[in-house]
């Protein structure tokens, strides 16, 4: 047998055979896992006094190890204390999934792992994981029919028909979609699909999609579209299937840092000017995202380019001017 250079391979192997009431001689173990006997005498001693303390005995007369009782730990240890803790701490994540069905299962998963640690260390995995907080604003939920019929819709490339509340106007809407991808964006979950009445590549904020049935057409990804292309240009994981545009943004160098720090997609190139302003250029077709992003920032970032843009944040800017020009006396 090759060499087993790991000692949990090892470690699970031994304890596999004891299992099933094997009773392991050292040199015949070393044999068969390709290594020296003193390092399967150090892994049975490790079994039964380190951090897993399990029933193994040790017949001297015959010179057998064997489990005596029970031994239900070791599953645990498939992995590392390490590792464990950061899977364990990686699951306090799940809180972007709220609002989905997967949410229910991932919560019931960190509750299994939990349930396989010993007391002492379930209690420190679980006093340090309350110490860790994925917050954000509350999430609309997202109907469990609809995320189910998407996802298997994604692996089988069958055309949904979808009905779906439209953001600005409010108007129900029915689609025709291939969906092309799940994106999360800021703990909210979008659809990425081709729609069959606008003839180009939408997003779909799920929440909205008040419906859903599957149609039995399957489809083909339409211009060789790549997912990972697509939200290279995005903005927000929305992008538009017209004309990509060279965005240049500058921030005042009071906010500099904020000009830094801001992800807007992956062409975006940073540069600081004479006065130590910050200059943020990247290219997408998303200008409606840009824009509501720029209107949020209040005033600490100039748009420089496209001209389009310049203009309807200027229009917007205007009439919020209007709108709040005067004080309101609210009635009592």
């Not at 192997?13 to 150090?42: M, Y």
């Not at 939408?202 to 939200?231: C, H, M, N, Q, S």
Request: charged letters at 30%.
């Amino acid at each position: 047998m090759r060499k087993m250079t790991s000692q949990m391979q090892r470690i699970l192997t031994l304890d596999r055979w004891l299992r099933q009431g094997r009773r392991v001689v050292a040199k015949d173990a070393a044999e068969e896992l390709g290594v020296d006997e003193r390092t399967i005498r150090r892994d049975l001693k490790e079994i039964m006094e380190g951090e897993w303390k399990l029933p193994i005995r040790y017949d001297r007369s015959q010179r057998v190890w064997f489990y005596d009782g029970d031994s239900t730990a070791l599953p645990a240890t498939i992995i590392s204390s390490a590792d464990r803790l950061a899977l364990l701490l990686s699951l306090q994540s799940v809180e972007q999934y709220r609002g989905t069905p997967l949410y229910g299962q991932l919560k019931a998963l960190y509750a299994r792992l939990l349930e396989l640690l010993m007391p002492e260390s379930r209690t420190s995995y679980e006093t340090l994981a309350a110490k860790i907080r994925f917050e954000g604003p509350p999430l609309s939920p997202i109907a469990s029919d609809v995320w189910n019929t998407l996802l298997n819709s994604l692996e089988t490339k069958e055309t949904v028909k979808i009905t779906y509340k439209t953001g600005r106007s409010g108007e129900t809407r029915k689609r025709s979609v291939d969906p092309y991808g799940l994106v999360c964006r800021h703990r909210d979950w979008y659809l990425i699909g081709w729609d069959h009445y606008r003839r180009g590549v939408r997003t779909f904020f799920l929440p909205r999609i008040a419906a859903i049935e599957y149609t039995e057409k399957t489809f083909r990804l339409r211009g060789g579209f790549v997912l990972d292309k697509y939200l290279s240009t995005a903005v927000d994981s929305h992008q538009s299937t017209g004309p990509i545009h060279h965005v240049v943004l500058r921030f005042n160098k009071e906010s500099a840092n904020l000009g830094e720090e801001f992800e807007w997609n992956a062409t975006q190139r940073i540069s600081h000017d004479a006065e130590g302003r910050v200059v943020v250029e990247f290219d997408t077709g998303a200008l409606y995202a840009v824009e509501r992003q720029i209107l949020g920032f209040g005033g600490k970032a100039e748009v420089l380019s496209p001209g389009e843009l310049r203009c309807s944040v200027r229009a917007i800017a205007a009439k919020l001017c209007d709108i709040h020009l005067y004080p309101v006396m609210l009635p009592r």
